[in-house]
T-cell receptor, first 115, second 112 residues
Framework: SAVISQKPSRDICQRGTSLTIQCQVD?????MFWYRQQPGQSLTLIAT?????????ESGFVIDKFPISRPNLTFSTLTVSNMSPEDSSIYLC????????????FGPGTRLTVL | QKEVEQDPGPLSVPEGAIVSLNCTYS??????FMWYRQYSRKGPELLMY????GNKEDGRFTAQVDKSSKYISLFIRDSQPSDSATYLC????????????FGTGTQLKVEL
């Protein structure tokens, strides 16, 4: 399985600011996913990031709010822009598991609190 | 109605008990079913993977899928305090990198 790291592990930010979350994978992967996990709610997919193309956003998520970069096959960033307290959540990146399956491997998450 | 329903718990059991965790779903297109375990302040970790209906066993863990009832279960035998975590069910329609739909997770505590 892929080993995935995220930075920062947690942060406390002020309303109106932006935070960029980094995701590093120890092997080359075509697809990377970004999720949000809010208290008491299921993991919600924000977007799928493919290297060399624009990220694909899920309904309810827009590029202006959650810009994503995917400069190479082992790295991606998610920026949470113009934050509000409603953005307080855990943000997770993941990569696909075994070929032909829909399993995914997850990073440890970034716990974001917006004041 | 959510596509995947899961009782959030918390569920508290004594050490050694058999634990039953369940999810129901509404989308008949789901064919791939997974259980993830998530410890506090960690990312979800894949525990069990099942394709279509049937049972799958791995050590103390058994996953069951009943597609006719749209119901999946995870059984944990001889539960241990180290099993205390949140268990998330997840499912998808086809293999090959499709989007996963998750339940909200059931928080389990195994007490000494």
């Amino acid at each position: 399985s892929a080993v995935i790291s995220q930075k920062p592990s947690r942060d406390i930010c002020q309303r109106g600011t932006s935070l960029t979350i980094q995701c590093q994978v120890d092997s080359q992967v075509t697809m990377m996913f970004w999720y949000r996990q809010q208290p008491g709610q299921s993991l919600t997919l924000i977007a799928t990031a493919n290297q060399g193309s624009e990220a694909t956003y899920e309904s309810g998520f827009v590029i202006d709010k959650f810009p994503i970069s995917r400069p190479n096959l082992t790295f991606s960033t998610l920026t949470v822009s113009n934050m509000s307290p409603e953005d307080s959540s855990i943000y997770l990146c993941s990569t696909p598991g075994a070929s032909g399956r829909d399993t995914q491997y997850f990073g440890p998450g970034t716990r974001l609190t917006v004041l | 109605q959510k596509e995947v329903e899961q009782d959030p718990g918390p569920l508290s059991v004594p050490e050694g008990a058999i634990v039953s965790l369940n999810c129901t779903y509404s989308n008949s297109a789901f064919q791939y079913f997974m259980w993830y375990r998530q410890y506090s302040r960690k990312g979800p970790e894949l525990l069990m993977y099942t394709y279509s209906s049937g049972n799958k066993e791995d050590g103390r863990f058994t996953a069951q899928v009943d597609k006719s009832s749209k119901y999946i279960s995870l059984f944990i035998r001889d539960s241990q305090p180290s099993d205390s975590a949140t268990y998330l069910c997840a499912m998808s329609g086809t293999g090959g990198g499709n989007k996963l739909t998750f339940g909200t997770g059931t928080q389990l505590k195994v007490e000494l």
